[in-house]
């Protein structure tokens, strides 16, 4: 469906440089020579035939432009107003992209990413922006993600990826949700009062907290994701959950060992509840022991991979891209929050500049034309690339 895009940039409304501090952002669109899967003429059509007629969810990116300069990415964060890539959503073939806003540095005067006031602001700027345009708007309700099909529109569901610091007070979740909030993550790789997070030494699984903030998301009908949960506090959320859930972006570790990826038993038992896991293909993640330069390639043996373990319907694509130079991006977060994975033997890769095929989320079309190009039917790719997570939704929410 061809999107309806005006010419919009963020913050427009505003004088740069007086209103806001200007920085020179990436282009949204070929910043680099990233491929296009090659196809036929007659593939070439079918690819706009599924885009016309069903409908194309991202389980997870980032929509956000960055600074050209690698040097002003952490500045242009600690300023508070990030660009949104309109002008790349318009021709990237999503519908709804779950957009994981506030995973960065803390904005506040703490520098706290998970404080209440981080997050808050960060939500209430996304909104001022989003509310001065006519292509995307915050998708709250399951009519709101078929409105951006048939309109040409794009809708945004505000996706925190780990849930911020508001220790007993369940209540906040509420007003999370009243602020738009419809996909939350339980932790962000370190662990918080909830449960043990991916990059935590001593996995303790999920809090007695964590249980009450899971029994409350699913009264509340928010979706709960566990992307960055360790293994153990990953089981016990799909166990206490009445509701599906998703791995919003991983891959599968059988491929490549890391705690980034997730095991075997972790997938399969999300499936067996309902939940759909979506591939990612943030740099340097969706590796394989064989294949150890990422690409689309890579990324697409997770999918297969994931597909032959527990079935075509509990999987989905959560590509987890940016606009801008995210292998740099990653460099400054990880020392920023001590996250840096030391690098075994065992797990040295061919580092790349960018992730030829899905450098940025205007490549998410490539996916398509992956599936089209390797001989999955137009029933397999509605699932894919929107059916699957559209029917957790419907539970959900």
């Not at 960055?66 to 040097?71: A, D, K, T």
């Not at 990030?82 to 806003?101: C, K, P, Q, R, Y």
């Not at 979740?173 to 939350?184: E, H, Q, S, T």
Request: proline share 4%.
């Amino acid at each position: 469906m061809k999107k309806h895009y005006n010419g919009y940039k963020s913050f427009q409304y505003l004088e740069p440089n007086k209103d806001y501090r200007a920085f020179k952002l990436v282009r949204e669109i070929d910043r680099v020579p990233s491929k296009n899967i090659e196809l036929s003429k007659s593939e070439e059509e079918r690819v706009e035939e599924i885009l016309e007629k069903y409908i194309v969810i991202s389980l997870h990116d980032h929509s956000t432009v960055f600074p050209e300069n690698p040097q002003e990415i952490l500045p242009y964060v600690r300023e508070g107003r990030m660009f949104t890539g309109f002008e790349g959503l318009a021709v990237s073939g999503i519908d709804v992209i779950f957009d994981g806003l506030f995973d960065g540095i803390g904005l506040t005067p703490s520098r706290d990413p998970w404080s209440w006031d981080n997050v808050i602001y960060q939500i209430g700027m996304f909104h001022s922006d989003i509310d001065h345009q006519n292509l995307a708007f915050i998708v709250r309700r399951i009519e709101d993600v078929e409105k951006a099909h048939k309109e040409g529109k794009i809708g945004i569901v505000i996706h925190i990826e780990g849930a911020p610091r508001i220790g007993d007070e369940i209540d906040r979740v509420d007003v999370l949700y009243g602020l738009g909030v419809r996909c939350m993550g339980i932790t962000y790789s370190k662990g918080n009062e909830f449960g043990s997070g991916l990059a935590d030494k001593y996995d303790k699984g999920l809090t007695d907290l964590g249980y009450k903030l899971v029994e409350r998301m699913n009264k509340i009908g928010m979706a709960i994701d566990i992307a960055h949960s360790s293994d153990k506090t990953s089981m016990d959320v799909i166990e206490a959950s009445k509701k599906p859930v998703f791995i919003t972006h991983a891959g599968a570790r059988k491929l490549w060992p890391t705690r980034r990826m997730k095991p075997d038993e972790v997938i399969q038992a999300l499936a067996e509840k309902g939940g759909v896991i979506g591939v990612e293909a943030s740099p340097h993640t969706t590796l394989t022991l064989e294949d150890r330069k990422h690409s689309i390639e890579t990324v697409m043996k997770h999918f297969q991979y994931i597909e032959k373990l527990v079935g075509i319907d509990y999987v989905a694509f959560g590509p987890d891209t940016l606009f801008g130079d995210h292998v740099a991006l990653h460099k400054v977060f990880s020392r920023e929050l001590s996250l840096t994975e030391t690098r075994t033997k065992e797990l040295e890769y061919t580092e790349v500049e960018y992730v030829d095929g899905l450098e940025n989320p205007s490549q998410f079309k490539n996916i398509i034309r992956w599936l089209v190009k390797n001989g999955y039917s137009d029933e397999e790719i509605s699932k894919v690339i929107g059916g699957n997570v559209l029917r957790v939704l419907r539970e959900v929410w």
